[in-house]
C-alpha cells in the first residue's frame, strides 16, 4: 500500500487541523493505520494506531482527548483530526500502515509499520 500524507500547515495554539493520508494499491480496511510525528532533533514518537481487527484506537498520553484518527474505507483515507494543538505538537507527521491485525506486545513503535507516508508538516506557534 502506498500513503500520501496532507493537511499540515502553520496555525496559532488552540487552533484546530485534519490531517489526510490517502492510501493506494489496497484497501485499508485490512490494515491497522497509524500516525507519528517528528520534532526537529528528536526521534519519531507513536501518535495513534487504529486498529480495524478489534475496533479500537490507542493514542499517546500527550494527544488523548484532543487528538482523533478516523478512516473512511470507501475514500481509502485516514484522518488524524487534532484540536487544541500546543507548540509542543509541531513535528513532521507521517501515516503508517500495518498488515498485521495483532496488536504487538510492548505496543506500537515505528517498527510495527511497514509502510509509510512521506510527511506532512505541523508548526504551532504560541
Known amino acids: 500500500v502506498q500513503l500520501q500524507a496532507s493537511g499540515g500547515g502553520s496555525v496559532q495554539a488552540g487552533a484546530s487541523l485534519t490531517l489526510s493520508c490517502a492510501a493506494t494499491g489496497r484497501a485499508i480496511s485490512s490494515y491497522t493505520m497509524g500516525w507519528f510525528r517528528q520534532a526537529p532533533g528528536k526521534a519519531r514518537e507513536f501518535v495513534s494506531a487504529?486498529?480495524?481487527?478489534?475496533?479500537?484506537?490507542f493514542y499517546t498520553d500527550a494527544v488523548k482527548g484532543r487528538f482523533t484518527s478516523t478512516r473512511d474505507n470507501v475514500k481509502n483515507t485516514v484522518y488524524l483530526r487534532m484540536n487544541n494543538l500546543k507548540p509542543e505538537d509541531t513535528a513532521l507527521y507521517y501515516c503508517?500502515?500495518?498488515?498485521?491485525?495483532?496488536?504487538?506486545?510492548?505496543?506500537?513503535?515505528?517498527?510495527?509499520?511497514?509502510?509509510w507516508g512521506q510527511g506532512t508538516q505541523v508548526t504551532v506557534s504560541s
Open positions: 503508517a500502515a500495518r498488515d498485521n491485525p495483532v496488536q504487538p506486545l510492548g505496543g506500537y513503535t515505528e517498527g510495527s509499520f511497514r509502510s
Open positions: 487504529d486498529n480495524w481487527s478489534t475496533g479500537t484506537t
